[in-house]
């Protein structure tokens, strides 16, 4: 498994845990080849069902951001949540660019996230693969027993997390109960709670309740700045939230 997840989150896992990920990875293969259509996103050096974990190093994982499933074409999936492999940005993105511009001055024209991923930035789509003969509902059962190990592995490493959940059912998911949020933090994991970014129903600019508890709205919640302070509190190095490759290469180099 480590060519397909990467080393460090083969080391990371045990024996029981890779057999998971290996019998998902191999039903999808067998999927493949049963049906006519495509499972997303297709396999190849910039794309893949665990091209998530290969980008980020376990050990590296600073910021966690979930989504909800592949893009449903083969030109824009490619396993990061959110971000597009062509470099289009749709709505959701444009609100979460917009807030980034908002909070840190930093204006982005490329949907591809990789370089967040390089950064610490794991991009967990809750559903790793997209399928059109597959409701939501079902892709999201099947890959949770994966998304629960790659999520419980976070939370016990004993090391910093920042934790974005926008969106009801992220905001829901049972890995992150609102009524522990300080508990986390003591454990130095920090859960950011928003809306969803999305234009549908105006979810952007609406504050949501989960569970007894409101919940900000996405527009305003300023994640991106809020992340970085944490992070230089913790003494880490802050993510630079530009998608421009070019930029990247400069800051970093």
């Known amino acids: 498994m480590e060519e397909i997840i990467g080393k460090s989150w083969a080391e990371a896992l045990n024996k029981e845990e890779l057999e998971i990920l290996k019998v998902k990875w191999d039903e999808i293969q067998e999927r493949r080849k049963l049906i006519e259509g495509e499972v ?129 059912p992220a905001n829901t998911m049972e890995n992150f109960p609102i009524h522990k949020d300080e508990g986390f933090k003591k454990e130095n994991i920090h859960i950011l709670r928003s809306s969803h970014p999305s234009n549908m129903g105006n979810a952007k600019n609406t504050r949501i309740m989960v569970e007894d508890k409101e919940v900000d709205a996405f527009i305003g919640c300023k994640h991106f700045a809020k992340c970085n302070e944490i992070l230089e509190k913790a003494g880490l190095e802050p993510v630079n939230w530009s998608t421009d490759c070019t930029r990247q290469t400069k800051l970093f180099s």
């Open 40 to 168: 997303l996103p297709l396999e190849n050096n910039n794309s893949g069902i665990y091209y998530a974990l290969k980008m980020t190093d376990f050990n590296k994982v600073k910021v966690l951001i979930t989504g909800q499933d592949p893009y449903p074409n083969r030109e824009d999936a490619h396993g990061l949540s959110f971000s597009k492999k062509s470099g289009g940005v749709p709505a959701s993105l444009k609100n979460i660019f917009c807030e980034i511009n908002n909070c840190t001055g930093i204006n982005n024209s490329s949907g591809n996230l990789s370089t967040w991923t390089k950064q610490g930035v794991l991009l967990l789509n809750r559903a790793l693969s997209f399928e059109k003969d597959l409701t939501l509902n079902k892709r999201l059962k099947f890959w949770k027993p994966v998304t629960d190990i790659i999520i419980d592995k976070l939370l016990n490493r004993g090391k910093p997390l920042i934790v974005m959940l926008w969106g009801g």
